[in-house]
């Protein structure tokens, strides 16, 4: 079993000099941190730590305790203006959870908020770096934008030593309030829920509207959809005709459609009609061509509002591509700009 220490190791010392190492008896630990790593073994079974540096000793623990002969305890007081790792750890939870995140006990210094919903992350990058600048804690995160399923972490907090100096927590939880003071009261850290769309389907190419191939657009985009909770609420077919394909667009915005979306002949081919065709039909484009690998030559615009998307090859076949940046960002109610689409090329080449 491990030795007690005969002094506070560094991890305590640097935290706080009013954190103090007594012995205590066993009886008289209920409640009191552990000051150090108690082993068990078992010959010819088992040796490993049956406690960690940290816990909080409980009434139940006393008859193990007994059980590998400890009848004293080194325990940690923890002094005024210190936390144990845990109590930072959920302070900060507490201060940083938002809109549709949920949080659990604290585990070993630290504590996973977790999405309650299929949304969109929202995280403040300037809070993020603010927060781990301060030393002795960490915040890791998502990148703002980016999906989160239900249950899937979006953010943790954790203490770095096992005692953290409290002003390092109350300045965390004063950058947070700060941030909702001038955000309408929303965390820096939270998740935004996904508009249940319906979209027009558009696919284009003589070749399918002839029947000569089948059509593997329709498939792939209505699973991408569906995966977000929209979905496709009707797909016709055009020829590779300028103004066929203008009348089906301007028929889907008749129907009310809260998307549009444009599939197949985005290349500079001169049988390639869904750019100029999208533009006649009235669209504003905000961008033909996107930074990102895969899906560059992706088309995004507005028909009078309503968002409209010319979709190259790549989305038939490769699992990420720029519509499945772009996509939960339009579901989310976002208004894309064209600082939008420049800012998608960092990050943005794709290897898989």
């Known amino acids: 079993m491990t030795n007690p220490p005969n002094k506070p190791d560094d991890s305590i010392r ?3 000099n009013a954190s103090l190492l007594r012995e205590v008896k066993v009886e008289d630990a209920v409640g009191m941190l552990l000051a150090h790593d108690l082993t068990q073994i078992v010959p010819g079974r088992f040796k490993g730590r049956l406690f960690r540096k940290g816990h909080k000793v409980t009434t139940e623990d006393i008859p193990k305790l007994k059980d590998i002969g400890k009848e004293h305890l080194y325990v940690m007081e923890v002094g005024p203006g210190d936390l144990h790792e845990d109590d930072a750890a959920l302070r ?3 201060a940083l959870s938002g809109s549709e995140t ?3 006990e604290p585990h070993e210094g630290k504590v996973t908020l977790k999405s309650a919903i299929t949304g969109l992350a929202s995280i403040s990058k ?3 770096d ?4 301060l030393g002795d804690i960490a915040l890791a995160t998502v990148t703002t934008h980016s999906v989160v399923r239900e249950g899937e972490a979006v953010a943790a907090t954790r203490a770095i030593p096992l005692i953290v100096p409290e002003a390092k927590v109350t300045e965390v939880e004063r950058i947070a309030e700060r941030y909702r003071e001038l955000h309408d009261g929303e965390s820096p850290v939270r998740v935004r829920p996904l508009r249940k769309l319906k979209a027009g389907l558009l696919t284009t190419g003589s070749e399918v509207y002839s029947g000569r191939i089948a059509d593997k657009f329709g498939p792939a985009v209505a699973s991408k959809l569906e995966a977000l ?4 609420a009707e797909q016709r077919f055009a020829p590779d005709d300028r103004q066929t394909i203008v009348n089906e667009i301007l028929y889907f915005h008749r129907q009310g459609y809260d998307m549009i979306l444009v599939t197949g002949g985005m290349s500079v081919d001169p049988d390639d009609r869904t750019p100029g065709a999208i533009a006649d039909a009235g669209a504003t484009i905000v961008s033909y061509g996107t930074p990102m690998l895969p899906g560059s030559m992706l088309l995004f615009g507005y028909l009078q509002g309503v968002p409209i998307f010319g979709l190259p090859g790549c989305v038939m076949h490769d699992p990420y591509t720029s519509f499945d940046v772009l996509l939960p960002r339009v579901l989310a109610g976002d208004t894309i700009g064209k600082e939008d689409i420049v800012g ?9």
């Open 14 to 16: 640097r935290a706080g």
């Open 92 to 94: 900060m939870a507490q």
């Open 102 to 104: 949920r949080f659990g």
């Open 126 to 128: 300037e809070v993020v």
């Open 130 to 133: 603010g927060i781990n600048a």
């Open 229 to 232: 909770g929209s979905e496709v």
């Open 344 to 352: 998608m090329g960092y990050g943005g080449l794709h290897r898989g």
